[in-house]
């Protein structure tokens, strides 16, 4: 497993994905998505804030990433906004976060 930052734009929909950069560990790191929207598996739809809630699993370009983790503000977000309930992680054990 690899740690991922997933960053979301809410202006367009659009997404982000980074793997930090760890020194001499021999496995290539960085920009694992650059910002572009992506449509789910149907492709017609885009991913929407409620996709990313914690705990869930997003399929994107055929890679598995687990939401385990957001920060402050996208909690805040998920409280405020009654249109998207966030749900807390309670499975674990994975080291994927969306930020």
């Given at each position: 497993m690899h740690k991922v930052l997933v960053y979301y734009f809410l202006e367009d929909k659009s997404?982000?994905?980074?793997?930090p950069k760890v020194e001499n560990s021999g496995v290539p790191q960085g920009a694992f998505l650059k910002r572009?929207?992506?449509?789910?598996?149907?492709?017609m739809?885009?991913?929407m804030p409620q996709d990313f809630s914690v705990g869930c699993d997003v399929g994107i370009h055929g890679?598995?990433?687990r939401i385990t983790d957001a920060?402050?503000?996208t909690r805040q977000f998920f409280e405020v906004s009654a249109d998207f309930p966030f749900v807390?992680?309670?499975r674990g054990g994975s080291n994927y976060a969306l930020v």
């Amino acid at each position: 497993m690899h740690k991922v930052l997933v960053y979301y734009f809410l202006e367009d929909k659009s997404i982000m994905i980074i793997e930090p950069k760890v020194e001499n560990s021999g496995v290539p790191q960085g920009a694992f998505l650059k910002r572009q929207m992506v449509l789910k598996g149907d492709n017609m739809t885009p991913f929407m804030p409620q996709d990313f809630s914690v705990g869930c699993d997003v399929g994107i370009h055929g890679r598995a990433i687990r939401i385990t983790d957001a920060d402050e503000y996208t909690r805040q977000f998920f409280e405020v906004s009654a249109d998207f309930p966030f749900v807390t992680d309670t499975r674990g054990g994975s080291n994927y976060a969306l930020v």
